[in-house]
Antibody, heavy 116, light 113 residues
């Protein structure tokens, strides 16, 4: 069974940094593309970033490009999101997801709160 | 960027009745390489992560009840719940995976009338 567990969320000051982690199990992690998707309180879903299994292809949403960095460690079955220069509107639950086209498996998410 | 627009924003349907949610993309998501529409539907219940229901516009994910169906092609898509059950109360969102950035509709809140 696919299992994704996010961690690393918390309260951070505006302009600060945070690193999210997602631990994966139950599937061949190294061959799967991974994504981060976020959801601001009471709002809809916003795709944030994508990385292929080999880490050769990466995409970012315009809203985070230049501030966020996605990475993965296939030996540790983990994907990460380094978030710098955080803004109030980055406040959201951050989900990691697998993708085989559609976003087929989701973690439960980790809450990031950015406040001055 | 492809803009995804859902209608309605909210919907109240009686138990056992049909629920229909529409999703329109600002450009076609039909892939010429496989002749499939790169469109997915997700269900999100309160306090839970989204769950994939439908991909390639009409293919049900494993374990999804057959009362859920997806249809449409090009730019216009529909999610239909043939006979609403109490456990179907949720927010439903469409998403295109034709191109980056991936984009979602704003979500449709489905309630019991």
């Amino acid at each position: 069974e696919v299992h994704l567990v996010e961690s690393g969320g918390g309260l951070v000051q505006t302009g600060g940094s945070l690193r999210l982690s997602c631990a994966a199990s139950g599937f061949a992690f190294s061959v799967y593309s991974m994504n981060w998707v976020r959801q601001a309180p009471g709002k809809g879903l916003e795709w944030v970033s994508y990385m292929t299994g080999s880490s050769t292809t990466i995409y970012y949403a315009d809203s985070v490009r230049g501030r966020f960095t996605i990475s993965r460690d296939n030996a540790r079955n983990s994907v990460y999101l380094q978030m710098n220069s955080l803004r109030d509107d980055d406040t959201a639950v951050y989900f990691c997801t697998t993708s085989n086209g559609a976003l087929d498996h989701w973690g439960r998410g980790t809450l990031v709160t950015v406040s001055s | 960027d492809i803009v995804m627009t859902q209608s309605p924003d909210s919907l109240a349907v009686s138990l056992g009745e049909r629920a229909t949610i529409n999703c329109k993309s600002s450009q076609s998501v039909l892939s010429s390489s496989n002749n499939k529409n790169s469109l997915a539907w997700y269900q999100q219940k309160p306090g839970q992560p989204p769950k994939l229901l439908i991909y390639w516009a009409s293919t049900r994910e494993s374990g999804v009840p057959d009362r859920f169906s997806g249809s449409g092609s090009g730019t216009d898509f529909t999610l239909t719940i043939s006979s609403l059950q109490a456990e179907d109360v949720a927010v439903y969102s469409c998403q295109q995976y034709y191109s980056f950035p991936r984009t979602f509709g704003q979500g449709t809140k489905l309630e019991i009338k």
